[in-house]
């Protein structure tokens, strides 16, 4: 299955954070927080200004972004969970 955002929308598939913390201690999926990064696998095609004028995206497809805990819409697509979010929900690009 494809999917491609609207609009100013992105795609991100959630980085899941190890199973075994730096200390050796194993945590279970139930004691874990939703995951906050995130890799972008695809975009939409981009905000419309006031003035009918293209806006450009400020992060592009491969990069590693913050996202908020709660933020966008969660989407399974082929047994993988990902989100959509607008390019404004994005906190800041990693790395």
């Known amino acids: 299955m494809k999917i491609k955002p609207l609009g100013d ?3 991100v598939e959630p980085i899941k954070e190890e199973e075994v913390a730096k200390g050796g201690i194993i945590i279970p999926d139930s004691a874990r927080e939703k995951p906050q990064e995130g890799k972008v696998i695809a975009m ?23 996202m908020p805990k709660y933020g966008g819409t969660e989407v399974k697509l082929d047994g993988k969970t990902y989100q959509i979010m607008r390019e404004d929900d994005i906190l800041a690009v990693i790395g």
């Open 44 to 66: 939409g095609t981009g905000k419309i200004d006031k003035e009918g004028n293209k806006v450009a995206f400020n992060v592009k497809k491969g990069d590693i972004v913050l």
């Open 9 to 11: 929308r992105i795609l």
